[in-house]
C-alpha cells in the first residue's frame, strides 16, 4: 500500500470508525463459501461463540462452512441463511449459535453498529434500521479496493484459530451487557422461528447450539441477574417455548468443559473448540 493510500486510510478509520482489518474478515468468509458452495452440507451461523467454537476444519472434504462473525445477530445470522441456502445447493445441516444475549441483542443498535455497513457491503444485506449515518459507499468502496488481494487459502472453511488475553473488567462489563439484552423482550428470538420455517422449506435440518461458557462467566452471570432483579434459570425460556421443527444442543452447563478449554470465560481455545465440535458431529451420526 501506497503512503497516500495510507494516510486515506488512517483518516477513514479514525473518521468514521470502520476498518481494514474487520473488512477483511467479512469479505474473505464470503469468498470462502462462495468458492466451496458445492461441497457445503454443513453451516453455521452466529457470533464469536461460533467463530471461535467451531472447527470446520475437522470436517472433510470442505463439507462445513463457519460463517459465524463477531456480534452476529439474529437477524444477520438469518439473512445469511437465506442468502445461501440454495447457492449451497447440497446443504443439508444449519446450526445457529444461540448465547445468553441472543433474545434482545440488535447489531445496529450497538457500539458495534458499523458492522452493519461492511454486510450491506460485502454480502448486499439491507439494514435492518434506517442507519444513523449516510452508507459510507466512497469509503467502504476504498476499503474493497484495499482488499481487492486478499489471500483466501485452499481449503479455507471460515475456521481461523484465534487467542486473545483475558481481561478481568471487561469479562464482568461483558456478562452485564449480556444479560441486559437477555431480557429486551423486543423479539429477536422471533428470527429462530423464521429460520426454521425457512429450513423446513428447504429440506433442510435446524438445530441450535447454546455453547458452553466458563464456570466464572455463569457464577457472574448468577450474581448480576439477582442483583438487577431477573431470573438467571430464565435466560434461554424464550427459545425453549417454541421448539418445534428444530433440535437445541445445550452446552451452557456441560460437564465436559472445563476451565482449561477457555481463553476467556465465554469464548473457548482452539483445544476446546475441537472438542466441541467433535461432540457436535457426534450428534449427527
Given amino acids: 500500500m501506497n503512503f497516500l493510500n495510507k494516510l ?28 466451496n458452495k458445492d461441497s457445503i452440507i454443513h453451516l453455521f451461523l452466529g457470533s464469536s461463540h461460533g467463530m471461535l467454537g467451531i472447527n470446520t476444519n475437522f470436517y472433510k472434504n470442505c463439507t462445513a462452512y463457519n460463517l459465524c462473525i463477531g456480534s452476529q445477530d439474529l437477524y444477520y445470522s438469518y439473512e445469511l441463511y437465506k442468502k445461501y441456502a440454495d447457492i449451497c445447493h447440497n446443504l443439508e445441516y444449519v446450526y445457529l449459535t444461540y448465547s445468553v444475549f441472543s433474545a434482545g441483542y440488535e447489531l445496529q443498535k450497538t457500539i458495534n453498529s458499523r458492522f452493519a455497513y461492511y454486510y450491506k457491503k460485502v454480502f448486499d444485506i439491507n439494514f435492518k434500521y434506517k442507519p444513523h449515518k449516510t452508507f459510507l459507499e466512497k469509503e467502504l468502496n476504498f476499503l474493497d479496493k484495499l482488499t481487492n488481494d486478499i489471500y483466501c487459502p485452499k481449503g479455507y472453511t471460515g475456521y481461523q ?31 429462530v422461528k423464521e429460520f426454521a420455517q425457512l429450513a423446513k422449506q428447504k429440506g433442510h435440518k435446524l438445530i441450535v447450539i447454546i455453547p458452553p461458557h466458563s464456570y466464572e462467566y455463569k457464577y457472574y452471570c448468577k450474581k448480576i441477574a439477582n442483583d438487577i432483579g431477573v431470573k438467571y434459570t430464565d435466560i434461554f425460556d424464550s427459545l425453549y417455548n417454541q421448539v418445534n421443527d428444530f433440535k437445541i444442543l445445550n452446552f451452557f452447563n456441560n460437564n465436559n468443559f472445563n476451565n482449561e478449554d ?4 465465554e469464548h473457548l481455545l482452539p483445544s476446546g473448540c475441537l472438542k466441541l465440535t467433535k461432540i457436535i458431529l457426534d450428534e449427527e451420526l
Fill in 8 to 35: 486515506k486510510l488512517k483518516q477513514i478509520e479514525k473518521k468514521h470508525k470502520i476498518n481494514k482489518n474487520e473488512f477483511s474478515i467479512y469479505k474473505l468468509k464470503k469468498i470462502g463459501i462462495e468458492r
Fill in 161 to 191: 484459530e484465534s487467542i486473545s488475553p483475558f481481561n478481568y473488567d471487561v469479562a464482568i462489563k461483558d456478562v452485564k451487557s449480556h444479560l441486559k439484552h437477555a431480557f429486551r423482550n423486543n423479539g429477536q428470538e422471533n428470527f
Fill in 262 to 265: 477457555f481463553m476467556d470465560w
